[in-house]
Structure formats: C-alpha cells, structure tokens
C-alpha cells in the first residue's frame, strides 16, 4: 500500500504512519488536504492526518476539509506523545550565534509558547507547514541565524543539533491522528496499544427546533451510549449555522447506536456516519490509562 502523511520526513505524523504501516510504502504530502486530495484521486490507498491535539485542541484544517472537501471514512486513530525538541544547525552553533527567527508549524510553536517567551523574547517566529519542513528548511540553510521546533526524528533526519529538550509547555502534550480511505476498500489497521473502538457522527440540526441540541445528547444519554467528544463547527452557509462532530466511545452496533441515529431523523436532525473505528496509542499500557482518564 501507498500510505501518506504530512511531510516532510521528520515530522510527528511520518511518526504515527511509520508505527501503523511498519512495511508500507509512505509517502510525505506538501499539505493536510494534499494527501487526502491523494487518497481520492486514488493515488494513495490512505492517508495519516492529525485530527486534535492535548494543548491547542482540533486541527480545524483536517476536520473542515473532511467535511466539506473530501469525505472520506475514518479507518483507525492513533494517539502519539509529543516531545517538541529546539533545533539548530551545528555551523550557527560553531559560531556562537543565537537565533534571530524560530521556524516550525502553528500548533507546535503555540505549544512551546512559554519557552520561548522565556528563552527566546527577541526571536520571530514563522510558520511552516509542518514541523519536518522547518528542519528541512534549516539544514538547506546553514548560514542563516535561525532554530526550529521539531522531534528527535527530524534532528537525525536533517543533521540538526537539538539545544533545548523537551521544550513543550505542558508534560502532558499527545496529539491523536486519523488513518483515513476509501468507501470501497478495507485495510487491517494495528497499533501498538489499543486504547478504545470509536464512532464518528457528523450531526446537523433543524431549524428553528428549540432545545434540538439538549435532545441530541439525550437520545445518546438514556441509551448509556458514553460521548467522549462533542465539538461544534460552522456549515459555512450562514452566520449561526453548525454542525456537531460526536465521538462514541464503542464501535456501530446492531442496536443503540442505530436507534439514536434514527430517533435523531426522526427529530428533523441529519446525521452522517464518518468511521466507526479503533483507537491505538503508541505509549505503554500505563500512560493509555492516563490518556483515557
């Protein structure tokens, strides 16, 4: 199988693809929406995509572009620890120099947003699209007086120096990726951990319906069905106007989940299955505990 991610090489996500598809062929995407664009042109079989991460929360990219772009089903997640490592290139090292400009991607430049307040007050920072590709960027140039934030992986990929370890403001940093596919194909998926099976609903509700939400939540309430996640995110058709992405901690079902689904029809809701799948981990057994409490 052809299996992207978001590269370059090094990043967080080649991570979460290498340890679902240890034998397969993986191929680093410019972009998110890239490798899912892949994935439905059939020029990919699947794709690894980071779905939510512990400190900034949802990757609005993956989920909006999911939505509304590329719907493809969810076939597995995977929760990956997140140690941000500050990057530098040996020959600015050499020299004494300090970084005038700090590359990396969004989220992982907000996650080490206290260290470099701390450390760094006088540096940029610059986007990237990802953190592999702000390593890359800093081997291909050597003279310039700028770090990065990437992983040990990177580091070894690019011959940078790491300067500062595990710089994340919070011990507890994890982001969970989504294996996504194609209706017409099945792929065995298996990680190291297995933390819990998933299901995926997209929900939208009527219009003008009062209190449509409070009975969305209790046709899943009384059937005993646990929701480890409920989020909102705009249709993009108007001011005001969302669905609601809802995580059930247990795969489709013959019976409960079926029935919630059609007693929310039955309300005027429109719901769209999006994966029933299971959740790996690539930690040890007692830190899944600590991701699942």
Known sequence: MKVGFLGPKGTFTEMAATALFPKEELIPCQTIPLSMDKVANHDLDLTVVP?????????????????????LPIIAGVTVTIAQQFLMHPVQLEKGNQPERVLSHPHALAQCHDFLKETYPDATVEYTNSTGSAAAWLAANPAEPVACIANELAAKEYGLTVVHQNIQDYSSNRTRFLVLGRNDEQHDVCGPYKISDRTTLMITLPEDYTGALHQVLSAFAWRKLNLSKIESRPTKTGLGNYYFIIDIDQKMDDVLIPGAISELEVLGCKVELLGSYTCYSLTDLKEKTEIRA
Request: glycine share 4%; hydrophobic share 35%; proline share 0%.
């Open 51 to 71: 779905i939510e991460n512990t400190i900034e929360g949802s990757v609005n990219i993956t989920l909006d572009y999911l939505i509304h772009k590329q719907r």
